[in-house]
């Protein structure tokens, strides 16, 4: 089984799958993680590509390292924009059920860096 091809597809989430959100929040249920992803990406617009990946098909699990492209501000925070550069900025764990389905999301924020690598 190709398990990474099942992180982030939201047509191979559980039906009951549960997200755990960096913040603490607990979603439940595929119609509510959609609209979790679909207003917080909307909100950010980050442009992300994988990093690293990790995979143990004996547990059914996939890690994935996050980065996105975002720039360090005046005020010292980061945020996503387009003409910044790649930093990891979260780990995403999968874990897929015996039908294939991504069952349990979690979600890590990396550290961040306190200033932009140059």
Known sequence: MKL????????????DAVFYAPNGAVIRGKPAIGQFYNKFLKSITPINRIGRISLDRQSNVCALE????????PEGKWKPDPSGDFQRTVVDLFTVNTQGKVQEMRVYLAPMPLKADK
Do not use: G, N, P, Y
Not at 4 to 15: E, G, L, V
Not at 66 to 73: A, F, K, Q
């Open 4 to 15: 990474h091809r099942h992180c982030h597809k939201s047509k191979r989430r559980a039906d």
């Open 66 to 73: 996050i980065e996105t492209r975002v720039i360090l501000t």
